[in-house]
């Protein structure tokens, strides 16, 4: 494969799996986004604030103890202890100026994410002096949610009960596999026994709401491993169980190997066996008394556990964007910021917009997108679409929904449209049906 091929992504996953990104986490593609629109965010912060509006707050710690081989995130694994306090402080000067925006006056943020990255790599000492100087900038008093990711091998009972103590209520564990041979094999920092550890600290400690990520189809998985894997979750009985069905975006470490070797096809499991796993996983949760509430998660009691960021972000809430290579959303206009830490930093002291590239939308790519993201919860609701964009689904998708239907995908009840199982496993590849033609060639 030499460097001049471009290898477009197979939207069908029907095969083995090809380099490329297959889940859709927004709309329009990235492709689109751009250097002229950021303007865009500059003057949305200037216009009048739209009172209550629900709000978010995203805040991205880019290091990691080691860069996992299918990582294809914006990750630092060699930055010190001053390195890392001159980015926390940036990204305070960062909410400062967000804070004194018109847009965002008389507004505190509903929920809380500290993704990345791995959040939990921060000491003790550095998240309580984080958040205290966050929280004193723009009040967490409002927030539903605080959720927190976290690698079981960064947390010690101490951390643990600092997470705890500046309100977290999600704590997000990345356990992906139990077994240290395939943790090593997909250069995981974690191995098992810190897994079991962790989860025990958290749950004596009183988390409201405790998640754990699986990946289904890692470097070397088996039906025999995999099944043990979930056998093992099911026992830790968390509140909230993520699958991923595994992907391989171009800048991994693994593309990387694919590349020098010539191959076209990753050397993970193909797709249908992916969805099988997540397929087994979730009737092996349902009959230990979870639900699926999405394509990739099941929760123990839905009434009690909630998934505030998901849920608010998918229904078009503003969230601002915190830190290296962060994703916003402000007003109608996407925006991502510069993706390099020092660039990062050296913005935010010249008191320079930090934002790299914008997309400001028009009301039908809001109505797309709010509805794509909405599929993956397995269901819409067309009354929901009419009172907020005025548009009647079934009109404008009855060929699509017709199709879905003939295939047993689809079943319409009264104002409810409801993927089956099988549908919704490979969901991210049908959502393509509902992008305006203009996004179809790329992205
Ligand atoms: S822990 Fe997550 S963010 Fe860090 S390298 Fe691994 S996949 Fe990437």
């Known amino acids: 494969m030499s460097e001049g091929v471009i290898i477009k992504t197979d939207r069908e996953t029907k095969d083995d799996t090809k380099a490329g990104s297959y889940f859709v986490s927004n709309y329009p593609p990235f492709a689109f986004w751009n250097e002229a629109d950021v303007a865009c965010v500059e003057s949305m912060l200037n216009s009048p604030s739209p009172g209550n509006a629900p709000l978010g707050l995203y805040y991205h710690v880019p290091f990691c103890r080691k860069r996992c081989h299918f990582c294809y995130f914006r990750v630092y694994t060699d930055k010190n202890t001053g390195e890392v306090r001159r980015y926390l402080e940036s990204t305070l000067k960062e909410l400062r100026q967000y804070s004194k925006s018109p847009y965002l006056k008389g507004r505190l943020p509903k929920f809380v994410y500290f993704g990345g990255g791995t959040p939990s790599y921060l000491s003790a000492k550095d998240l309580l002096s984080l958040t205290d100087e966050m929280k004193s900038i723009l009040s967490w008093d409002e927030a539903e949610e605080v959720t927190f990711e976290c690698e079981p091998g960064t947390l010690t ?9 500046i309100g977290v209520t999600r704590l997000s564990l990345g356990i992906e596999n139990f077994d240290d041979h395939i943790l090593e094999t997909n250069g995981r920092a974690h191995r098992s026994g810190e897994v079991f550890r962790a989860y025990e600290f958290a749950r004596g400690l009183g988390f409201d709401n405790i998640n754990v990520d699986l990946i289904s189809g890692m470097l070397e998985e088996t039906d025999e491993n995999w099944s043990s894997c979930v056998d093992q979750v099911v026992d830790l009985s968390p509140d909230c169980v993520t699958i991923y069905q595994m992907e391989v975006p171009f800048n991994t470490t693994i593309f990387k190997s694919m590349k020098e070797e010539g191959r076209l096809s990753a050397p993970v499991a193909d797709w249908e066996t992916k969805r099988r796993w997540v397929k087994e996983a979730f009737a092996r949760l349902e009959s230990a008394g979870y639900t699926v509430t999405s394509a990739y998660t099941a929760v123990k009691e839905p009434e009690k556990t909630k998934f505030v ?8 809430a503003d969230m601002v964007a915190l830190g290296v290579a962060s994703f916003g959303h402000l007003g109608g206009i996407h925006y991502q910021n510069l993706t390099h830490i020092d660039q990062y930093c050296d913005s935010v002291d010249k008191a320079e917009s930090v934002v790299r590239r914008a997309l400001l939308t028009s009301d039908d790519e809001r109505f797309v997108r709010e509805m794509i993201l909405q599929w993956k919860l397995g269901r819409v609701y067309p009354s929901y679409f009419l009172k907020k964009f005025g548009i009647d689904l079934l009109e404008r998708y009855g060929h699509v929904f017709e199709e879905w239907k003939v295939a047993g995908d ?12 099988d549908a919704l496993l490979r969901v991210d590849s049908m959502l393509y049906h509902f992008f305006l ?4 060639d790329e992205g």
Do not use: C, F, P, T
Request: glycine share 6%.
């Open 410 to 421: 689809l079943e319409v009840g009264e104002d409810e449209l409801r993927l089956s199982r």
């Open 157 to 165: 009972e101490k951390k643990l009960q600092v997470i705890k103590d």
């Open 309 to 316: 960021y998901r849920d608010r972000l998918w229904a078009g």
């Open 437 to 440: 033609s203009k996004h179809l």
